[in-house]
């Protein structure tokens, strides 16, 4: 029952121990009731034999076992509602009782009652001999088996209706006792690095479900103090590298004017330079991720034309493209207008246009267009690859720092930021962005949804 819901596995428990519980007191009550039954019987065979015998022991003269009178004087004494059979000792059969009719008794050793058949007839048989004389007793099993039989019929109609029961019951018992649970896990659920302060409601009284929500709230707080402690960090951090990174690219600059250095000096203020920028995108990068985080990072949207925005950012990516002899495929709706802040959506898009060159093929395709859907503005950008994503990597592809191919990234100097930026970008503009089914094998496609401008023209 792996992957169903724990009320399902919990009801389906109960009526299935209900069941066997019933199922095994109806054979063991029967069981009992048979050899109660059986015991009895040859407790009664018993008595009788020893009445019998006592009878024939009181008789001063001997037992003319041709008279079929004098025979029947050693009944009086016996209050018999069995089926009776005396041998004489001649072994011969001297009385029967008219239940028997044809019907022979079964020839059992003495002192021990058994259960054998009479014909088609069931029946318990005790055989006990003293002297010469043998009397045998039976009685006819049927009415207790009928009496079993019946008792078997109800217990099999009885238990599916007690199950039932019992299901029902333990299905509202579960939906009771699992609702602050589920409500548990819907508040859980709704919370995120943006609302880290929200704390799940927590049950009154001493039970389990009580503690648990009191658990989970304190182990919030913990999560809370760590996350608050990791988020200032990173803005510390990043605030204070921006001034000496600054410095850097001044003073670097500064020096590459001066025209006065020796070209190995150069090449390798270039390369500072280079490393210098690399750094400064990625302070900027985590300073847009604290802020997003801490719920600050809110932009001043303006009307701006999104079509045009989009049409001359790609002249830029066919720059960076066409070393690597990618083909760029453009298809831009006129005229979408947006709420953005200019400087923070082209860094969205251009992250999303440098990934698709970079996890590109040589001589591979770029596919990007912009149309509108309904109030939205959709962008989608698709490109040929040697390493489409996943399903693994599916998930995780805007978490921060995930690298689907490390050691590609390696190379081309990815951090694994990019995706995470542009997915707080786009939300800030709000708007959604996510990896989409591409239906081409070799194909990876991205695509981020602006609602429209209301001055949309």
């Known amino acids: 029952m792996n ?8 009801t389906v428990l109960a009526v299935i121990v209900t069941g066997l519980g019933m199922t095994a007191f109806a054979a063991i009550m029967l069981y009992q009731l048979r050899i109660t039954k059986l015991q009895n019987l040859d407790e009664q065979h018993a008595s009788q034999a020893a009445q019998f015998f006592k009878t ?3 008789r001063s003269t001997p037992i003319d076992w041709t008279n079929d009178n004098s025979v029947r004087e050693l009944f009086d ?4 509602f069995h089926a009776i059979e005396v041998e004489d000792p001649r072994g011969t059969i001297v009385h029967r009782s008219r239940t028997l009719g044809s019907l022979d008794l079964p020839r059992l050793p003495d002192g021990v009652p058994q259960s054998a058949y009479a014909g088609e007839r069931r029946v318990r048989v005790y055989s006990v001999s003293d002297g010469d004389i043998r009397f045998r007793i039976a009685t006819d099993l049927g009415p ?16 599916p209706i007690i199950c039932g029961l019992i299901g029902l019951g333990a299905l509202w018992l579960t939906r009771k006792t699992l609702r602050p649970v589920e409500e548990l896990t819907v508040r859980a659920d709704a919370i995120t690095a943006s609302n880290l302060a929200e704390r799940l409601p927590e049950v009154t009284g001493n039970d389990e479900i009580a503690n648990l929500s ?7 707080d913990r999560l809370q103090r760590s996350f608050e402690q990791s988020r200032r960090f990173a803005s510390d951090a ?12 001044g003073e670097t600059d500064a020096a590459m004017r001066s025209g006065s250095l020796p070209a190995a000096a150069e090449r390798s203020i270039v390369n500072i330079q280079e490393e210098t920028g690399r750094l400064v995108h990625i302070v900027e990068g985590l300073l847009i991720l604290s802020q997003a985080d801490a719920g600050k990072f809110r932009l001043k949207l303006q009307p701006n034309n999104l079509s045009e925005f989009i049409s001359e950012m790609t002249e830029d990516v066919e720059i960076l493209a066409s070393p690597r002899g990618i083909e760029l495929k453009i298809d831009i709706e006129d005229g979408l207008m947006i709420d953005a802040e200019p400087h923070f959506l082209r860094q969205a898009a251009l992250n999303l246009f440098d990934n698709a060159v970079k996890y590109n093929r040589e001589e591979g395709h770029i596919e990007a267009s912009l149309h509108r859907k309904g109030n939205e503005a959709v962008f989608r950008i698709a490109n040929t690859t040697d390493h489409p994503v996943t399903d693994e990597d599916r998930l995780r592809v805007f978490d921060r720092f995930f690298r689907a191919d490390k050691s590609r990234d390696r190379e081309r100097g990815g951090q694994g930021l990019g995706l995470s930026i542009c997915a707080e970008i786009i939300r800030a503009h709000h708007g959604q962005i996510t990896l989409i089914e591409e239906p081409r094998p070799g194909w990876t496609a991205f695509e981020f949804r602006i ?7």
Request: aromatic content about 4%.
């Open 3 to 10: 992957g169903r819901p724990l009320r399902f596995q919990i």
């Open 238 to 249: 990043s605030h204070e590298l921006k001034t000496p990174l600054t410095i850097i690219r």
């Open 451 to 457: 609602p429209i401008s209301a001055h949309n023209t």
């Open 214 to 220: 009191q658990t989970l709230n304190r182990m919030m």
């Open 56 to 58: 024939v022991a009181r």
């Open 77 to 80: 004494a016996v209050q018999s």
């Open 144 to 159: 207790t088996l009928a009496t079993e039989r019946n008792m078997l019929a109800q217990f099999i109609i009885a238990v």
